[in-house]
T-cell receptor, first 118, second 116 residues
Framework: NAGVMQNPRHLVRRRGQEARLRCSPMKGHSHVYWYRQLPEEGLKFMVYLQKENIIDESGMPKERFSAEFPKEGPSILRIQQVVRGDSAAYFC????????????????FGPGTRLTVL | AQKITQTQPGMFVQEKEAVTLDCTYDTSDPSYGLFWYKQPSSGEMIFLIYQGSYDQQNATEGRYSLNFQKARKSANLVISASQLGDSAMYFCAMREGQGNTGKLIFGQGTTLQVKP
């Protein structure tokens, strides 16, 4: 039973190019979360998606960033016109359901994509 | 306002000793969950332990235990009998309850180094 898969693991882009990060959740999981980890910092929530729907994008920068989770295929985090400040590790996590608060509902993390913008 | 605070940027511990990593949190929500993750130098996020706000007992998972003090809003991670492989970054995270979508709020992390 494969875990959460992310590709590529490392991505190098020049300023102004586009970056596409892919996340395939665990089998049977229809909830996907994207987090960003800047150097020497903790993870910061970006966006939460269910199949074909963006549920919470409160952590997404207003410009250049978008995310989707189509009915078929992986979730995609897209960064247009990348800048040096976008250099970070981007983690995807999946869960079989969404529930807040105290109910145990682990998010399974992928290995991350390390984006370097030259 | 910082919701999760880890005040120890770095910690050292002697192999086979126990170590406590601090975490305090801030929420007005009575329903929440607290998590600890380990991030080794390879970069992946490894789930360690979970504590729900209504759990009566402190969570334990093998050598990991969570010292949950609700009134003080602290959720410290205790690692017993440290091993060299425990050297890593450790993150405390919180998930709030009502109306929440399940997103996690992470602290800044604590780097633990285990000395032989």
């Amino acid at each position: 039973n494969a875990g959460v898969m992310q590709n590529p693991r490392h991505l190098v882009r020049r300023r102004g190019q586009e970056a596409r990060l892919r996340c395939s959740p665990m089998k049977g999981h229809s909830h996907v979360y994207w987090y960003r980890q800047l150097p020497e910092e903790g993870l910061k929530f970006m966006v939460y998606l269910q199949k074909e729907n963006i549920i919470d994008e409160s952590g997404m920068p207003k410009e250049r960033f978008s995310a989707e989770f189509p009915k078929e295929g992986p979730s995609i985090l897209r960064i247009q016109q990348v800048v040096r400040g976008d250099s970070a590790a981007y983690f995807c996590a999946s869960s079989p359901r969404a529930s807040g608060g105290p109910s145990y509902n682990e998010q399974f993390f992928g290995p991350g994509t390390r984006l370097t913008v030259l | 306002a910082q919701k999760i605070t880890q005040t120890q940027p770095g910690m050292f511990v002697q192999e086979k000793e126990a170590v406590t990593l601090d975490c305090t949190y801030d929420t007005s929500d009575p329903s929440y969950g607290l998590f600890w993750y380990k991030q080794p130098s390879s970069g992946e996020m490894i789930f360690l332990i979970y504590q729900g706000s209504y759990d009566q007992q402190n969570a334990t998972e093998g050598r990991y235990s969570l010292n949950f003090q609700k009134a003080r809003k602290s959720a410290n991670l205790v690692i017993s009998a440290s091993q060299l492989g425990d050297s890593a970054m450790y993150f405390c995270a919180m998930r709030e309850g009502q109306g929440n979508t399940g997103k996690l709020i992470f602290g800044q992390g604590t780097t633990l180094q285990v000395k032989p």
